[in-house]
């Protein structure tokens, strides 16, 4: 368990809200795929839950640059915030090509991938609001794994579907597209879950 020094509680609490506003983009992009109305006032939801993630990272870096004794070590401070501005950066990302191409009607591996993302991004919140106590942060770790390794069994079944049964070319790489990038950010996700287990491991 980490003791808690004078800035101590300012790092949880920033790690904190970048992962609740990162599990929020991912279940606006979640309702973005499955509804499929108004794609444009979604990413445009997205873009401003991204923004705040991006003011959040810069909080937490200007933080880290002024202070002296940090929870944990400063590099895996760095590399956790990283890691989580890349999940959302790749939703925020996901959302804009949903625009830009104009899919009319996803394919189902993908709104099936965009639920996983969303499960993933929960774990995630609960691993890292839990991050001051260790409270079971492995096992969440686990969870995460898990579910990127369905991610990637839908990909790929997905992927199998799309080359079998779509017939415009056309369609077909905007499809294959979107299915790409949201299973970059479930990898992504497992990113964030190496650096949580890095964390615990070294303070064990």
Not at 48 to 69: A, G, M, P
Not at 96 to 116: C, E, G, H, M
Not at 176 to 193: L, P
Request: with cysteine; aromatic share 4%; proline share 2%.
């Amino acid at each position: 368990m980490f003791g808690l020094l004078s800035n101590d509680k300012a790092f949880f609490s920033i790690f904190a809200d970048l992962a609740d506003k990162i599990h929020e983009a991912s279940g606006l992009l979640k309702s973005m795929v499955e509804t499929g109305d108004r794609p444009e006032e979604y990413a445009a939801r997205i873009k401003n839950v991204e923004h705040q993630c991006d003011d959040l990272t810069h909080n937490l870096v200007r933080k880290l640059n002024s202070t002296f004794i940090t929870p944990f070590d400063r590099e895996d401070i760095h590399d956790l915030a990283v890691k989580l501005d890349d999940v959302v950066d790749l939703i925020d990302s996901t959302a804009d090509r949903l625009v830009a191409v104009a899919v009319a009607r996803t394919w189902p591996q993908i709104a099936s991938l965009a639920d996983v993302l969303h499960r993933q991004t929960k774990v995630i919140k609960n691993a890292v609001g839990n991050l001051s106590k260790h409270d079971h942060i492995l096992d969440r770790c686990v969870e995460i794994h898990m579910l990127e390794n369905e991610g990637d069994r839908l990909f790929h079944e997905g992927l199998v579907h799309l080359f079998q049964q779509m017939k415009d070319p056309i369609e077909l790489l905007k499809q294959k597209e979107i299915i790409e990038k949201m299973e970059r950010a479930t990898d992504r996700c497992e990113d964030v879950a190496n650096v949580l287990e890095a964390i615990v491991l070294k303070s064990a």
